[in-house]
């Protein structure tokens, strides 16, 4: 046997790890290709709550995997959609994990005007599947608005286009939300300036917009595609405030377009859609004055000519009197008579029932009577004497059942049992207000831990100014004067010169710093 043996076969070649050869095929892949644009049509769309996308793109033959990274996914213009055919920009890299190689998407663009179109027809099939267009959901706009709010771009010909028509027409209070009307801001810059219109609070310091003017100049579609985006649409759709839209010219059309409560062809005819003409108005008024006048003056001639006509076919007050007159002599005729006749008759009654009043009559009467008083009194004796032995009678059996020592005997029963309830009252009643002072004492001991003292003993303050409670070092900043509140008392500072040390005072509301 040699000292040093041939090598076999085969056990020359050199030995790596896994690692060393994912990262070999990495660098050969990255240097090889590097930047690449890809055209394809997007699968499989993937968006984790990490916010990166991924995605697959594909042809008739073969798939490719991709990855757009978070930063990268909020700046898109076009955000992917599964089914769109698009051109992606990036670098091609491996994935060790996985032993796969991918795509790190940096741009994705739509493949050209036809691939728009077709994302904006399923767009627009979507949102209208879903209601949105629905002509009933259409708000009427205000006739003559108070604040109008203008979202466009605050440096272009829109913006001044607007302002010249409602001066001309009728000025108007203009609160205008600068917005970018063109790239990747427009989308969400839009969505958030509708949205921001929407939570103003009216009657607020600044006031809350009664119409919506959403305005862009004309431009080709990839000018016009941020009014296209989804979310712009639903915030129009969700606006409680009514808008109009005034993108482009009169043959462009977005999506904002079908979900507005008004579509103006130019930002021009937005401003006239608005506010009406004043001195067409006022015209108008004058002349409703005129036929309100010349209508109340017709009614009331119509009226008089009414009246004194049915004046005409009314008797006269002497003609209605004459019936009642005559009945009334006659009646006043047949008075005295009536008053005579009646006086003898009640004399001939008079005398009849005199006539029966003699006083042998009267006295035959009282004799009767008296006779059958004495046989009633001779009969009443009797009947007490028997009446009160009965009474007597009924008292005796009465008393035999009242006996002293039964009554003495139910009496303290009842009185022990009533002591003993009363002692259970006042045991009950001893628990309870127990029971209530440890739940008042609990509450207390909560109340102190979660009100705001507790948190000034570990080192926090309270600031007011003017007796209100600053939250924002720009308040601070702006206050002539301030009071701070630590736990042991409050210290002014401003206002007069020197600072003053107050005792405790009982809990406020306000906010800790």
């Given at each position: 046997?040699?000292?040093?043996?041939?090598?076999?076969?085969?056990?020359?070649?050199?030995?790596?790890?896994?690692?060393?050869?994912?990262?070999?095929?990495?660098?050969?892949?990255?240097?090889?290709?590097?930047?690449?644009?890809?055209?394809?049509?997007?699968?499989?769309?993937?968006?984790?709550?990490?916010?990166?996308?991924?995605?697959?793109?594909?042809?008739?033959?073969?798939?490719?995997?991709?990855?757009?990274?978070?930063?990268?996914?909020?700046?898109?213009?076009?955000?992917?959609?599964?089914?769109?055919?698009?051109?992606?920009?990036?670098?091609?890299?491996?994935?060790g994990g996985q032993s796969k190689y991918q795509i790190v998407i940096e741009d994705i663009k739509p493949a050209g005007m036809g691939a728009l179109m077709a994302l904006l027809e399923k767009r627009k099939k979507m949102l209208e599947a879903e209601g949105l267009f629905d002509p009933a959901r259409k708000r009427p706009l205000p006739y003559l608005p108070e604040v109008i709010g203008v979202v466009t771009s605050p440096s272009g010909a829109v913006i001044r286009d607007i302002l010249h028509r409602l001066r001309d027409?009728?000025?108007?209070?203009?609160?205008?939300?600068?917005?970018?009307?063109?790239?990747?801001?427009?989308?969400?810059?839009?969505?958030?300036?509708?949205?921001?219109?929407?939570?103003?609070?009216?009657?607020?310091?600044?006031?809350?917009?009664?119409?919506?003017?959403?305005?862009?100049?004309?431009?080709?579609?990839?000018?016009?595609?941020?009014?296209?985006?989804?979310?712009?649409?639903?915030?129009?759709?969700?606006?409680?405030?009514?808008?109009?839209?005034?993108?482009?010219?009169?043959?462009?059309?977005?999506?904002?377009?079908?979900?507005?409560?008004?579509?103006?062809?130019?930002?021009?005819?937005?401003?006239?859609?608005?506010?009406?003409?004043?001195?067409?108005?006022?015209?108008?008024?004058?002349?409703?004055?005129?036929?309100?006048?010349?209508?109340?003056?017709?009614?009331?001639?119509?009226?008089?000519?009414?009246?004194?006509?049915?004046?005409?076919?009314?008797?006269?007050?002497?003609?209605?009197?004459?019936?009642?007159?005559?009945?009334?002599?006659?009646?006043?005729?047949?008075?005295?008579?009536?008053?005579?006749?009646?006086?003898?008759?009640?004399?001939?009654?008079?005398?009849?029932?005199?006539?029966?009043?003699?006083?042998?009559?009267?006295?035959?009467?009282?004799?009767?009577?008296?006779?059958?008083?004495?046989?009633?009194?001779?009969?009443?004796?009797?009947?007490?004497?028997?009446?009160?032995?009965?009474?007597?009678?009924?008292?005796?059996?009465?008393?035999?059942?009242?006996?002293?020592?039964?009554?003495?005997?139910?009496?303290?029963?009842?009185?022990?049992?009533?002591?003993?309830?009363?002692?259970?009252?006042?045991?009950?009643?001893?628990?309870?207000?127990?029971?209530?002072?440890?739940?008042?004492?609990?509450?207390?001991?909560?109340?102190?831990?979660?009100?705001?003292?507790?948190?000034?003993?570990?080192?926090?303050?309270?600031?007011?100014?003017?007796?209100?409670?600053?939250?924002?070092?720009?308040?601070?900043?702006?206050?002539?004067?301030?009071?701070?509140?630590?736990?042991?008392?409050?210290?002014?500072?401003?206002?007069?010169?020197?600072?003053?040390?107050?005792?405790?005072?009982?809990?406020?509301?306000?906010?800790?710093?």
């Open positions: 046997m040699d000292l040093i043996d041939a090598p076999e076969d085969g056990l020359n070649s050199p030995e790596f790890t896994v690692t060393e050869l994912s990262g070999a095929i990495k660098r050969v892949i990255e240097g090889e290709f590097g930047h690449v644009r890809i055209k394809g049509e997007i699968g499989r769309v993937s968006r984790p709550r990490s916010g990166h996308i991924y995605l697959d793109l594909k042809d008739d033959r073969a798939v490719i995997s991709g990855v757009i990274w978070k930063g990268v996914a909020a700046r898109l213009q076009t955000q992917p959609e599964e089914g769109m055919e698009v051109v992606a920009t990036g670098r091609v890299t491996t994935f027409r009728f000025p108007r209070k203009v609160l205008i939300w600068p917005v970018a009307v063109q790239g990747e801001k427009c989308a969400p810059e839009v969505t958030r300036a509708i949205e921001g219109f929407n939570a103003m609070t009216p009657g607020g310091a600044l006031p809350r917009p009664d119409l919506l003017i959403v305005a862009r100049g004309g431009g080709s579609v990839e000018d016009l595609w941020g009014f296209n985006e989804e979310s712009v649409a639903r915030a129009a759709a969700a606006s409680d405030i009514p808008l109009i839209s005034a993108v482009g010219h009169e043959t462009d059309t977005t999506l904002i377009d079908y979900v507005s409560d008004k579509r103006a062809p130019t930002p021009t005819a937005a401003a006239e859609l608005a506010v009406p003409v004043r001195h067409e108005l006022m015209a108008w008024l004058d002349g409703q004055d005129a036929r309100m006048r010349q209508a109340l003056s017709q009614g009331l001639t119509r009226r008089g000519q009414r009246l004194r006509d049915v004046a005409r076919a009314l008797p006269r007050a002497e003609t209605l009197l004459d019936t009642p007159r005559q009945r009334l002599d006659m009646v006043s005729a047949r008075l005295g008579p009536a008053l005579i006749a009646g006086v003898q008759k009640r004399k001939v009654r008079l005398a009849d029932m005199s006539g029966s009043l003699r006083p042998a009559t009267l006295r035959r009467s009282l004799t009767v009577e008296e006779r059958r008083l004495r046989e009633i009194s001779a009969r009443l004796a009797p009947a007490l004497s028997r009446s009160v032995s009965a009474k007597q009678e009924q008292l005796t059996a009465c008393a035999r059942r009242f006996r002293p020592a039964a009554l003495a005997q139910d009496h303290a029963r009842k009185t022990k049992d009533f002591a003993a309830i009363a002692q259970r009252l006042s045991d009950v009643g001893q628990r309870n207000i127990a029971i209530w002072r440890g739940q008042v004492d609990a509450m207390e001991r909560l109340r102190r831990t979660l009100g705001y003292e507790a948190t000034l003993e570990r080192g926090f303050a309270v600031v007011r100014s003017d007796g209100a409670v600053v939250t924002d070092s720009k308040t601070a900043k702006a206050a002539t004067s301030l009071e701070i509140q630590f736990a042991d008392g409050r210290v002014s500072l401003g206002g007069k010169p020197g600072a003053r040390k107050e005792a405790r005072k009982p809990p406020e509301q306000g906010s800790l710093f």
